[in-house]
């Protein structure tokens, strides 16, 4: 519970009075000292008030010598937050997060859940029944300009996870798919989108790209050996990489598009993995969403450093069904958290990219700056 600053004030003269009155009735110096921390209900930053009464001896200076810091912010947090995120990639980065508010060492109330497609999430994020979200970067993009800029990019919590798969060692670089038939998933969305550009930019010709429908699909049809050579995302990769032996991950499409990056003069990453919140909660309780950040970066770290670890919490919480397989697929998938001003150098080269194949993909236009939540002004 948090004193009130005129309890912190009282206290102080009081201390101070019972000070003066021992120095005067014993004619000797004395001291007393009372350092008192409020206690906050969230881990945003702490405020602490200070108060220290003085020292009485026989300078009279010493009397005076009363010191207070500043006032201590007045700290609202919700009742509960609400987060959901999708399982896979982009829901793995929350996992310790999730275990340490089951365990209750977090001030703040929260609440977890999670989803097998973004459509679940976005109805949430809409109507006010979530208050954050973790989902692919566009439909966040989508969301912002559909709720009239309600909806902000809190974080980049994933890079790519595309890769290039090949059975049989053809395929070193990008430009070896020439002349090649490539099978995909993602056919009118981010994937699509990605692989067109790299083709294009790269000026490799007679590449040609049939798309399967689901990632389970094409992801049967590669581990039976009926598919050479596709383009699959995490977590489906490793599954392949595990039932087939002779299949290789071939191409890392994140470094392929940090290259083309750097060949063109540009920055950015591919950038597919988000965290979104609702404006108006952000704006609520400033201080809870900083403290979330903190402790979702911590979350991140874990999965990245701790991989065996993080992976049973994955598979715990349903974010994956296989331990073993999130263990592995966890350096590929690309666990980040990118905030602040930052996001919008990292992410806005891949928006561009979206905005020049299917302005619809984002929402049909670039979003404006009030996009990124930067905290505090």
């Known amino acids: ?26 004619g000797c110096a004395g001291s007393g000292t009372d350092q008192t921390t409020s206690a906050s209900t969230t881990q945003a930053p702490s405020t602490t008030e200070t108060t220290t009464a003085p020292v009485a001896s026989e300078s009279s200076e010493a009397t005076d010598a009363t010191t ?6 007045n700290v609202e947090l919700p009742d509960v937050m609400r987060v959901a995120a999708l399982k896979g990639p982009t ?33 949430g994020l809409i109507s006010g029944q979530l208050d954050i979200a973790a989902l692919p970067t566009n439909l966040a993009s989508v969301l912002y300009h559909k709720t009239e800029k309600n909806i902000q ?38 994937p699509e989108y990605v692989l067109s550009k790299l083709i294009t930019d790269s000026g490799i010709e007679n590449t040609t790209v049939s798309y399967k429908a689901e990632h389970s699909e094409l992801a049967s049809l590669a581990i039976s050996g009926d598919a050479d050579l596709v383009m699959l995302p995490e977590p489906f990769v490793t599954t392949v ?6 299949m290789r991950l071939a191409l890392d499409l994140t470094q392929v598009w940090q290259k083309n990056q750097t060949a063109q003069g540009a920055e950015g990453d591919l950038a597919m993995g988000c965290l979104a919140v609702r404006r108006e909660f952000a704006e609520q309780y400033p201080e ?8 979702y970066q911590k979350s991140t770290e874990f999965a990245n450093d ?27 998938c690309y666990i980040t958290m990118v905030s602040g001003d930052e996001m919008k150098s990292v992410l806005n080269p891949l928006l561009e990219t979206l905005l020049a194949a299917n302005p619809k993909s984002i929402g049909g236009a670039l979003p404006e700056d009030d996009f990124y939540y930067v905290g505090q002004e």
């Open 68 to 73: 207070e810091s500043s006032e201590p912010a």
């Open 288 to 295: 809870a969403i900083e403290t979330f950040l903190q402790e």
């Open 153 to 190: 990019l809190l974080a980049i919590n994933t890079l790519g996870v595309l890769y290039i798969l090949e059975a049989g060692d053809t395929v070193q670089e990008f430009k070896d798919l020439a002349g090649k038939e490539i099978l995909a998933t993602g056919q009118g969305a981010v």
């Open 306 to 332: 701790e991989p065996e670890a993080a992976g049973e919490l994955i598979a715990e919480y349903g974010i994956m069904a296989d331990a073993g397989l999130a263990v592995k697929a966890i350096p590929n």
């Open 1 to 26: 519970m948090k004193k009130s600053t005129n309890y912190f004030r009282s206290l102080a003269l009081i201390m101070l009075s019972i000070a003066v009155l021992v120095a005067s009735a014993a």
């Open 241 to 246: 990489l595990s039932k087939r032996e002779d």
């Open 91 to 123: 829901g793995m980065g929350i996992a310790k997060m999730v275990k340490e508010s089951d365990s209750d060492n977090y001030d703040q109330n929260y609440e977890f859940s999670f989803a097998g497609s973004p459509d679940e999430l976005t109805a």
